[in-house]
């Protein structure tokens, strides 16, 4: 397996804004260099490289900026993610960060993570907003779904927070090992996290006191009714991976399946939406 990195050499508020763009196409896990440029990447069977010109030719135009890829091996990439990688610190209580770690203090919450790829990590905005969410969630002895779950970091949360069962996918056969694998990291029994390859759809049976579903916008349009369809009474859905200013648009589609806003939580124009199932 091989990734695609890209380094990016601008400054300033137009750099926010280049890096939504490229979070929409697929790239994650940004991160600052010392000199002027940030760090991402992206799995190289799932990048398209005219359409990551296409927006990087677009900003040079607007700013002065460079930027250089390169395609670099799972094991060396591993290698350079652990080399930058830094705890994520959620409000005072929370942390999420790899076992090679040393803290000086003990937190609450405490989420462990073997940083093998590049993505569900943590450091994305949208991932810390969800566990912001979570953190003030009553979830003891609740049946849980955490749709697209990445390396698992929701569900652990949710199991921390006393969730008695998780049911989780992802389309990404890496994010299912690497769940399992952190599942066990943090002390649960492989029985709490129900996973399989998949989406939404492929789940048969509902009735999940909440749902938890960090993807991007056109998937979650798309999957609403199911969300709201596997959703028990008076359950809470929990949705993010997209913009503030897209807000009203999961909101109205959230609304026509009995789904009302109940909390927004935002950060350097990610949001977070907590829904409740009326």
């Not at 395609?71 to 350079?80: D, E, G, P």
């Amino acid at each position: 397996m091989f990734f695609i990195t890209l380094k990016v050499f601008i400054s300033g508020e137009i750099a926010e804004l280049l890096k939504l763009e490229l979070a929409e196409i697929g790239f994650d896990s940004f991160w600052e260099e010392d000199d002027n440029s940030f760090l991402t990447s992206i799995p190289e069977e799932s990048f398209d490289q005219h359409e990551t010109q296409a927006v990087l030719e677009r900003y040079k135009n607007l700013t002065t900026m460079s930027y250089e890829t390169e395609k670099v091996a799972k094991q060396n990439w591993n290698q350079l993610w652990e080399e930058s990688y830094e705890p994520v610190f959620v409000g005072e209580d929370c942390v999420i960060r790899a076992d090679f770690h040393q803290l000086s203090r003990s937190f609450k919450y405490e989420i462990l993570i073997h940083p093998k790829m590049s993505f569900g990590t943590g450091h994305h905005e949208t991932t810390a907003l969800c566990v912001e969410h979570l953190i003030n969630m009553d979830l003891t002895g609740k049946k849980v779904a955490d749709i697209g779950c990445g390396t698992g970091i929701l569900s652990i949360m949710a199991l921390k927070k006393g969730t008695v069962q998780v049911k989780a996918c992802d389309v990404e056969e890496w994010a299912v090992e690497n769940a399992q694998e952190n599942i066990l990291l943090n002390g649960f029994e492989p029985k709490t996290l129900d996973i399989f390859q998949g989406t939404a759809a492929q789940i048969s049976s509902g009735n999940f006191d909440a749902i938890l579903a960090n993807i991007n916008l056109n998937i979650l349009l798309a999957e609403i009714h199911i969300y709201a369809k596997l959703l028990a009474p008076k359950g809470s859905l929990l949705l993010s991976g997209f913009y503030e200013h897209e807000t009203e648009l999961i909101a109205t589609e959230a609304g026509r399946y009995g789904l009302q806003l109940q909390k927004q939580l935002v950060k350097n124009r990610w949001t977070a939406l907590l829904f409740h199932h009326l």
